[in-house]
Every structure is written in C-alpha cells, then in structure tokens.
C-alpha cells in the first residue's frame, strides 16, 4: 500500500469539517449518474457522510466506501449504522490496490481525495479496472488558483500559499483540478465533461480554524495566527473554487 500523507489530518476538527459534506452539498454533480441498482464505490469517503446520501440513490444497488485511515472507516461505519443504512459497507484499503475482481462496479465516485494523492493517474486507473464497461467515474477536487478570500492581504495571500506547499510537500496538488481531463484521458476514460462551481463558507471561524491547526501541527505559528485573524473580519469572504470531472469507461 502506497504511503500517503493525508494534509488536514484526522483531528475531530478535520473529521467534523469533512462530515459536514453531503450528496446534496458536495455531490450533487454526480447524483443523476446514481440508478437506483447501481453498484457504487466510494473512493477516499472519509466519515461516509457524502456515501450515506449516495446509499439512497442507489436503494436497490448498493454502496461500498473506502479509506485508508481506520478512524475515518469507524466513524463512517458508525454513522451509516445510526442512518439505518442497509445497502452501504465501508473498509479500510488503498485506492491504489482496490480489494474487488474486475469489472465490478456501475460508478465510481471521488470527492476530495486527488488533491491528497502522489499518483492521481494511477488511483484512477485502478478505479478504471473495477468498472464495468460503459460504467461511469465522478471525481471532485479544489483548484487553489481560483479560491477568493477577502478582505485581501499579503500576509494571508502568502499563507493561502503556504498551505497549498505544504500539501505539495506531503506530495498532493492543491491545484489539481484543472488537470482533471488530462489526468482522466490518459487513464482511458471517454465522453469527459468537465464543471467548476464555488463554495462560499458560511463561516470564516469555521475555515480559518481548520487551516490554522494544520499549520501549527507543522509549528508554523504565523501562518496559523494570520488565519485566526483574518476569520474574525466581519465582512470577509472564503469562497473556494471545486472542479468536478465524469467520465466514462
């Protein structure tokens, strides 16, 4: 199994940031791919929220989420149990050797798991092998290059930046969603489309927080203390840019 360096960590911040995210918030751009019979997996699904709403378009087929961090598979398992979720199954693996035979699944779906990968072309490959002809990828990830944040200054421009280098140095791409055709063309994928949408942050505490602990787990203090201050602006805006990609095998 590929060694990966997961940026945000699995703090219980990290952990209460990404379950926040549901089909309707960060998955609409795959839900008309769902039939009701589909077989689904679930690459990098974290606390399993986005695969619970991804479980009710499939009721009749059913959806299988993995990780690589065994906390994120317990919290996952656990709130699938108190959704009363029947047809969906997590495990921990790796997206790069996928426990399943061939040709195995309907859809394939990814939210925010590129960005964090050494290998994107490989993940994706493999995701390749275990659909089924004419079966169907989604995947979606942040571009750095379009996020707006305001008020504007040096010092946070510089440690929007930082954060964006530290995620290269753990070896992902912050900025990897306008690769997204490229990187699915050259895994064999066909009938590419491609979409952007922004998600503006309600509330900056809540975003700032999150990028300033991941700042001082690296004991980058300034970084972590220049967020801090510019979440408390009272008519700031976090508005990040998400590319989402289809493709077809």
């Known amino acids: 199994m590929n060694k990966e360096i997961y940026t945000p960590g699995h703090t219980k911040n990290a952990t209460n940031f990404m379950a926040k995210r549901t089909v309707e918030s960060h998955g609409q751009f795959f839900a008309a791919?769902?039939?009701s019979t589909s077989k689904v997996l679930d690459l990098g699904c974290g606390p399993g929220t986005i695969s619970i709403g991804l479980s009710e378009l499939a009721h009749a087929g059913f959806v299988h989420g993995i990780d690589f961090g065994e906390s994120q598979i317990e919290k996952a398992k656990s709130n699938a149990a108190e959704a009363e979720c029947e047809n969906l199954t997590f495990q921990v693996a790796s997206c790069y050797e996928l426990p399943f035979p061939n040709e195995y699944f309907d859809r394939v779906f990814s939210h925010a798991l590129m960005e964090h990968l050494k290998n994107p072309i490989a993940?994706?490959?493999?995701?390749y092998r275990v659909l089924k002809p004419?079966?169907?990828?989604?995947?979606?990830?942040?571009?750095?290059?379009?996020?707006?944040?305001?008020?504007?200054?040096?010092?946070?421009?510089?440690?929007?930046?930082?954060?964006?280098?530290?995620?290269?140095?753990?070896?992902?791409?912050?900025?990897?969603?306008?690769?997204?055709?490229?990187?699915?063309?050259?895994?064999?994928?066909?009938?590419?489309?491609?979409?952007?949408?922004?998600?503006?942050?309600?509330?900056?505490?809540?975003?700032?927080?999150?990028?300033?602990l991941q700042f001082e787990q690296k004991d980058r203090i300034e970084e972590a203390r220049v967020l801090r201050d510019w979440s408390t602006s009272k008519d700031g805006m976090f508005a990040q840019s998400w590319v989402s990609a289809i493709g077809q095998k």
């Not at 993940?123 to 995701?127: G, I, P, Q």
């Not at 750095?144 to 305001?150: E, I, M, T």
């Not at 064999?188 to 998600?199: C, D, F, P, V």
């Open 123 to 127: 993940a994706l490959s493999e995701a």
């Open 134 to 212: 004419g079966g169907i990828i989604g995947i979606c990830s942040p571009d750095a290059d379009g996020w707006l944040l305001s008020p504007p200054s040096q010092a946070l421009k510089a440690s929007v930046n930082a954060y964006a280098d530290m995620q290269k140095e753990n070896g992902g791409n912050l900025r990897i969603g306008k690769e997204f055709g490229v990187l699915l063309n050259q895994a064999g994928y066909s009938n590419i489309q491609l979409s952007a949408r922004y998600e503006c942050y309600p509330s900056l505490e809540f975003i700032g927080e999150y990028l300033a």
């Open 33 to 35: 791919q769902i039939e």
